[in-house]
């Protein structure tokens, strides 16, 4: 499902005008990137989580030259699924 399904699906079952659903699909996710992009934690219980894990800057290689490089410390979003989506996923 991407973006553009979500909002005719919301549309449909809630009689939202396109337009309106629209806006809701757009706070709900640049809430969450907001949310990251401060360094919050987003979780939505039995769905997921998101969080940003911080990664330290390290010397590696260029497997091609083979010469030592510095890669910068960075931030990366980071997702973990719940309970209830895994069973929903995995249904047995």
Same mark, same amino acid.
């Given at each position: 499902m991407?973006?553009?399904e979500l909002i005719k699906t919301l549309k449909k +079952?809630? *009689?939202l005008s396109r337009t309106k659903a629209k806006k809701v699909i757009d706070l709900f996710f640049d809430e969450i990137s907001n949310a990251l992009a401060?360094? *919050?934690r987003v979780e939505i219980r039995g !769905? =997921?989580?998101f =969080? $940003?894990?911080t990664y330290k800057g390290y010397t590696g290689r260029n497997p091609k030259t083979g010469e030592s490089v510095h890669v910068k410390p960075k931030k990366l979003p980071f =997702?973990?699924?719940g309970? +209830? !989506?895994k069973?929903? $996923?995995d249904y047995e």
């Open positions: 991407n973006k553009a +079952e809630t *009689d401060s360094g *919050d !769905l =997921f989580s =969080f $940003v894990k =997702f973990r699924c309970k +209830e !989506l069973k929903r $996923v």
